[in-house]
Structure formats: structure tokens, C-alpha cells
């Protein structure tokens, strides 16, 4: 049967790719401005690291569809190894050993890691004897998402890691109880307590909670006549959050690096550096607000242009968005981004194959992390974690990530007639 690609979500991938290198382009110095094949600037490179995605994506598109769920595992297993190789071979690029050396060129293995979980999740969750309700099964499953994590969060590179909780979305899918998602808000809550308040009185209001809640359900259970709740249970979860909160503060203080705290701390309001760790968040705040309605100009955003904000071809290129396109530009690109998971999600739900459906949500989580992460970084409500804009920033690695994550869907999703359980 001869495959249908989706075509709106590839007009989607082209305009999201042309209005970054652009800004790229925009975001150079104005003595770099030339000829757009010039390999010496980030234009130049982005432009052939696009012209090698379109190879890729050819490649990805005349593959057998059923080699990516035969070969999940394997390819799960070389980005592992490639992972863990980082600590012997691994090349340092500001303060992080995340980068193989090729020549003069630089990969990323993490990037590409997210599209080889995303398969050795969906092939093991499409097995029809395994269920989310079967602990054995949840630890496994958890196993596989958390496995890449930790191997990235030592080099040291927390947002790379961060990307992970993506994978919730496609486990919640496939009927992983609500109480997980409650239960990693309650995680979150302890980790941001933690920091604000230090890890002694986090400890005294989770014991506080616990007494509280322990005596509304023994009234409760009193009251229908049902047996007393045990206090043993309560007891238990008090000190696995009490345990939380001060190993947090032990990898906070002993883990991060002092730029992951003071970014944290700069969002959470006990830090105030603008000409020093938070000069980047309050540099890419004034280059959005500049921008207003409209937006300068293409070309004549005076904060891009006389490079006050740094990074802004890779982390902060929404920046250069916002400052020369205004408010119109750059919600233009949010909705672009809405538009691509709103469209992942669509394309995942008309899935024959498990696996396909469970690998579309595995990438619209993914999408919809880095753009939630990257543009709330950009706005300052959120620390700098270096979290890429899909398809936008700077970086090989980046772009070809995504575009196999993205076009190994299409293609399942082109094939999805043949492609039953």
C-alpha cells in the first residue's frame, strides 16, 4: 500500500526550520553578513546542517517502517553506550563533557538519545503482556526513561535531563494512575520548599501534613465504620519526604554546579544579579519587550544586533524573535509549536499500532517540554537550564535530533493502514 505523509505537519517542520535560520542569520554580527553558504559563520554551518536533515529525512522515509520497532532496543542500547562513552572520550564545551570531537565538529548524544528511548518505550509498552498497573512493568518502563537521564545529568547537563518528564505523557496515555502526576507535583513542591525555606522546616510541615491528613482519614473511617487507617503507612511516607527534602539539598549544594544555583535562586527571587548570572534572563527580557507590537524590523533590533544577549543563536534565539517580529512574531511561533503538538497528538490517536500511537506521544512530550521550557527560560520564569528551541536554535545535533524524532513518526504515521498489532 503506497504511504500518505502528512503534509501539514511538514509545512509545519519547513517553517518552523526557515524562520530560525533566518533568525540565525539575523542574530550574526553585521560583519559576518555574506554569502549564505559561507561555512565560517552560524549561518553558513546551520544551512548545511539543514541540507543534510533533508538527506536524513530521505534516509528515514525509504526505510522499512517495521525496522524501528525491531530494532528499538539496539538502537536504545548504542545511545546508552554512547552516553556513557562521554566520560572517557567527551569533549568540554562550557563547563559540560556533553560533546564527541569530530574534527572541528561537535555531537551530542543527548539529543539524539530522545528518539532511541522514544522507541525502546513504545516497543515495550506495545507488548500486549505488559501493563502499567503491573509494578514490575512500571519499574521497567521507569528504568528505560530514567537510564539516559542519569548518565546526562553528571556531565553536567540538568536540562538535557529535565527533557525525560516528556515520557509522562505517553505512560498517562497509556493508563498510568493520576496519582504518579500528583505525586510528582508533591515532588516539585518539596524540591522549590526546599530551596525557599531550607529542608528542617520542609521536613516539620510534611510531618504537620502528615498528622492532619492521617487524623481526617481515621475520623472519616470512623464515621462509615471501616477499619482504622494504619499509622505505619503515614509514618512511612512522612519520612520518604522528609528524606526527599534533604537529599535535594544535598544535590542542590553538592551536585549542581554554582550556575545551576544561582539560576535556580534568580528565579526563585533569593538571588539578584542582572549584570552577572542572571545578566542573560534580564538581557533577553528587555530584547522581547522591545519589541513590541510589530516588532523593529527585520535586521534592526539594536539589543540582537549589538550582541547584549548571549547565546541568542542557540538558548535564546525566541529573543531575536520577539525584539525584530514583536509580539505578532513571536506568537506566531507559539502557535506554529501549538500547532505541531496539537497535530502529533491528532495523528497519534488514528494510530493502528501500538507502538506508533505510544511513539507519537512520546514525541508530542518531547515537543511540548523544550517548548515550554525554552520559552518560559526566555521570559525569566523559568531558570536557564539550556534547552533548545525545536527546529530554531543553533546546532546540528539539535536539528537532527528532532527531525529523525519527528519524521520516524511520519513515516509510522504514513504506513499506518499497514500497520496493526
Known amino acids: 500500500m503506497k504511504p500518505t505523509f502528512d503534509i501539514s505537519i511538514i509545512l509545519i517542520y519547513i517553517a518552523l526550520i526557515t524562520i530560525g535560520w533566518l533568525s540565525i542569520y539575523s542574530a550574526s554580527s553585521v560583519e559576518d553578513y555574506g554569502y549564505v553558504f559561507n561555512l565560517s559563520t552560524e549561518y553558513g554551518t546551520q544551512l548545511l546542517w539543514i541540507a543534510m536533515a533533508v538527506f536524513l529525512i530521505t534516509i528515514l522515509l525509504a526505510v522499512d517502517v517495521r525496522f524501528y520497532e525491531g530494532f528499538a532496543y539496539p538502537v536504545y542500547i548504542v545511545s546508552l553506550i554512547s552516553l556513557a562513552g562521554l566520560y572517557v572520550f567527551g569533549k568540554e564545551v562550557s563547563g559540560a563533557t556533553s560533546w564527541y570531537g569530530i574534527g572541528s565538529a561537535s555531537i551530542q548524544p543527548s539529543e539524539f538519545a530522545k528518539f532511541a528511548t522514544a522507541l525502546a518505550v513504545s516497543k515495550f509498552l506495545s507488548n500486549m503482556d505488559v501493563s502499567l498497573f503491573n509494578t514490575k512493568d512500571l519499574l521497567i518502563v521507569g528504568g528505560i526513561i530514567a537510564l539516559p537521564a542519569i548518565l546526562i545529568v553528571p556531565q553536567p547537563d540538568p536540562g538535557s535531563a529535565l527533557v525525560y518528564v516528556a515520557f509522562f505523557f505517553a505512560l498517562h496515555r497509556m493508563g498510568l494512575s493520576p ?205 536557564t537550564v539550556g534547552i533548545p528551541l525545536p527546529f530554531m536554535s543553533y546546532g546540528g545535533s539539535g536539528l537532527w535530533g528532532f527531525t529523525i524524532l519527528l519524521f520516524i513518526f511520519i513515516k509510522l504515521d504514513g504506513h499506518r493502514l499497514s500497520l496493526e498489532d
Open 179 to 383: 496519582w504518579y502526576l500528583l505525586l510528582g507535583l508533591v515532588a516539585i513542591a518539596l524540591f522549590l520548599g526546599t530551596l525557599l525555606i531550607g529542608p528542617l522546616y520542609v521536613s516539620m510541615i510534611t510531618v504537620v501534613i502528615m498528622i492532619i491528613v492521617f487524623l481526617l482519614s481515621r475520623k472519616r473511617r470512623h464515621k462509615k465504620r471501616l477499619a482504622k487507617p494504619r499509622i505505619s503507612l503515614y509514618t512511612i511516607v512522612a519520612c520518604v519526604g522528609i528524606a526527599y527534602a534533604f537529599s535535594t539539598s544535598y544535590v542542590f549544594d553538592n551536585v549542581f554546579q554554582d550556575r545551576h544555583r544561582n539560576r535556580i535562586n534568580i528565579v526563585l527571587g533569593k538571588v539578584e544579579d542582572n549584570q552577572g548570572i542572571g545578566y542573560n534572563s534580564n538581557q533577553s527580557k528587555i530584547a522581547i519587550g522591545s519589541g513590541g507590537l510589530l516588532g523593529k524590523g527585520f535586521f534592526e533590533g539594536t539589543q540582537t544586533h549589538g550582541g547584549f544577549v548571549p547565546e541568542q543563536s542557540t538558548d535564546y534565539i525566541f529573543t531575536a524573535i520577539g525584539e525584530e517580529f514583536g509580539f505578532v512574531g513571536a506568537g506566531t511561533v507559539v502557535i506554529l509549536f501549538m500547532l505541531l503538538i496539537y497535530r502529533l497528538v491528532i495523528m497519534a490517536e488514528r494510530q493502528r499500532s501500538k507502538f506508533a500511537l505510544i511513539y507519537g506521544y512520546c514525541v508530542a512530550g518531547i515537543f511540548f517540554i523544550h517548548f515550554f521550557v525554552n520559552i518560559g527560560m526566555v521570559l525569566g520564569l523559568l531558570p
